[in-house]
């Protein structure tokens, strides 16, 4: 009877406690749950970042399509197949229009100055855009009254943008695009 006394003593000392190995193969369960959750944060990171940078760009486009409803007689002299912060001086003129009157022209560079100023401070990596009439067949047409602007800035890994633009040249860069019909 002694024999099995020391077997169940012997038996109850090893059942309180883990062995190392279980300890490690719980660690290594553990730190993989914990490297799934660091890959989940770091994509919703990115993504937060891009849906940022779209949702800025769609403020910044449907402002210029409100400074254009504003201004419908100005379209035409802003219409162009380019602007940006490099863009010619027209676009960086003193303002005229807030301490005198102006033509629709000076109002619509002024308008499209201050509107590069503002996406250059509020869009990281603006690089530009364009402005085009178009007809409803897809023309280029400088009667008509119906625009597409689309607007670039740079990205670093483009291949992972929601809205990569598949222009020649701005393979770098993503967009943001929208049809305006002015009033």
């Not at 553990?30 to 994509?43: E, I, K, R």
């Not at 960086?92 to 100055?113: I, K, N, S």
């Not at 633009?165 to 393979?171: A, K």
Request: aromatic fraction near 8%; charged fraction near 20%; glycine fraction near 10%.
């Amino acid at each position: 009877m002694a024999v099995m006394e020391l077997i169940r003593v012997g038996s109850r000392k090893r059942q309180k406690g883990f062995t190392l190995l279980e300890v490690l193969v719980a660690m290594a369960i553990v730190a993989v749950g914990y490297l799934g959750l660091l890959s989940v944060q770091v994509n919703a990171l990115r993504f937060l970042q891009i849906a940022s940078s779209e949702g800025r760009a769609a403020l910044l486009g449907h402002n210029l399509a409100e400074r254009i409803n504003a201004n419908p007689g100005g379209a035409h002299y802003i219409s162009t197949d380019e602007f940006g912060p490099g863009e010619p001086d027209q676009w960086h003129a003193a303002p005229v229009c807030q301490t005198q009157a102006c033509t629709v022209e000076q109002r619509a560079y002024e308008d499209m100055a201050e509107w590069i100023t503002l996406s250059r401070e509020s869009l990281p990596g603006f690089a530009g855009g364009t402005l085009r009439r178009v007809t409803p067949g897809g023309k280029t047409s400088s009667d008509l009254r119906e625009f597409i602007i689309t607007l670039y800035w740079h990205v670093d890994r483009p291949h992972e943008q929601l809205l990569a633009c598949s222009i020649s040249g701005f393979e770098r860069y993503a967009c943001w695009q929208m049809r305006l019909g002015v009033r």
